[in-house]
């Protein structure tokens, strides 16, 4: 049974930084594409960061240079370290994990099998 548990949320201030972490119980997780989506109040779901097996990483236009996705095999972990913080970045982040390496795009949510229940990350202005 795969399970993804996000931690590390919490509130901080607008400029402040916060680190994800999503431990995934996965027995392929080398090869599993790891991603993190947000969801703010009233809007849908967005990507936000991915990162390929083989270490390939994309962004969201809107935290491309503030945010950075890494993976750590050994530990089974995805982190996500989330710099210069805005208000705009509040919302509940997710972890997602497609052990199939589907050909989707890493970018968009049906390529992901499996999801955490989330994080909070709320930033005060």
């Known amino acids: 049974q795969v399970q993804l548990v996000e931690s590390g949320g919490g509130l901080v201030q607008a400029g402040g930084s916060l680190r994800l972490s999503c431990a995934a119980s996965?027995?392929?997780?080398?090869?599993?594409?790891m991603a993190w989506f947000r969801q703010a109040p009233g809007k849908e779901r967005e990507f936000v960061a991915s990162i390929r097996w083989w270490s390939a990483t994309d962004y969201a236009d809107s935290v491309q240079g503030r945010f950075t996705i890494s993976r750590y095999n050994a530990r089974n972990t995805v982190d996500l370290q989330m710099n210069r913080l805005k208000p705009e970045d509040t919302g509940v982040y997710y972890c997602?994990?497609?052990?199939?390496?589907?050909?989707?795009?890493?970018?968009?949510?049906?390529?992901?099998?499996?999801w955490g229940q989330g994080t909070q990350v709320t930033v005060s202005s």
């Open positions: 996965i027995r392929t997780f080398r090869t599993s594409d």
């Open positions: 997602a994990a497609d052990p199939t390496q589907c050909v989707q795009l890493a970018t968009t949510a049906p390529k992901y099998d499996y």
